[in-house]
T-cell receptor
Framework: KNEVEQSPQNLTAQEGEFITINCSYSVGISALHWLQQHPGGGIVSLFMLSSGKKKHGRLIATINIQEKHSSLHITASHPRDSAVYICAAPNSGGSNYKLTFGKGTLLTVNP | DVKVTQSSRYLVKRTGEKVFLECVQDMDHENMFWYRQDPGLGLRLIYFSYDVKMKEKGDIPEGYSVSREKKERFSLILESASTNQTSMYLC????????FGPGTRLLVL
């Protein structure tokens, strides 16, 4: 089973700041997932990436397969970015569909 | 848009009751999942189904069973609810990306 570690656990920022959330995993994978969970429970998939970098609006995800590490960046952060951000990696030896999840990073962006 | 719906947002049950949580997806996905989410523990997989009538245990299957009689529907059953099953239950479906339902917050008294 893949071990997935996220840091930091909690992050407080001022509006406009550049945010970085880190994720490391123990076993080589084909793709890593980043998810967002707003208060109230709904989880949305942000990215699935297997190499390099992906960008969606102010969100950028990068992955280094050799170092087993991924980062999620938020540029020009806004209070509506406040949420829990979760990374997830496929379990070793199993299908790509069964994921192990990090414990999440609670981001609070203050106006 | 993919839609994953869950039968209840909030549920209160008594210890020993049989509890059914239903999940329906409308995108013809083969894979469906049941997770529970607890503070400090993150999302943990209870059961996974990769086709009709096919299932695999996840990390924490004890005290739970599942049923997948139709492709679009995946049910989680708590045979005899206990207080330690109080949690947020999330269903998801996927082909590659996982799409989550809104969650059911279950309280077992």
């Amino acid at each position: 089973k893949n071990e997935v570690e996220q840091s930091p656990q909690n992050l407080t920022a001022q509006e406009g700041e550049f945010i970085t959330i880190n994720c490391s995993y123990s076993v080589g994978i084909s793709a890593l997932h980043w998810l967002q969970q707003h208060p109230g429970g709904g989880i949305v998939s942000l990215f699935m990436l297997s190499s390099g970098k992906k960008k969606h609006g102010r969100l950028i995800a990068t992955i280094n397969i050799q170092e087993k590490h991924s980062s999620l960046h938020i540029t020009a952060s806004h209070p509506r970015d406040s949420a829990v951000y979760i990374c997830a990696a496929p379990n070793s030896g199993g299908s790509n569909y069964k994921l192990t999840f990090g414990k999440g990073t609670l981001l609070t962006v203050n106006p | 848009d993919v839609k994953v719906t869950q039968s209840s947002r909030y549920l209160v049950k008594r210890t020993g009751e049989k509890v059914f949580l239903e999940c329906v997806q409308d995108m013809d996905h083969e894979n469906m999942f049941w997770y529970r989410q607890d503070p400090g523990l993150g999302l943990r997989l209870i059961y996974f189904s990769y086709d009709v009538k096919m299932k695999e245990k996840g990390d924490i299957p004890e005290g739970y069973s599942v049923s997948r009689e139709k492709k679009e529907r995946f049910s989680l059953i708590l045979e005899s609810a206990s207080t330690n099953q109080t949690s947020m239950y999330l269903c998801a479906s996927s082909r590659k990306t996982q799409y989550f339902g809104p969650g059911t917050r279950l309280l077992v008294l």
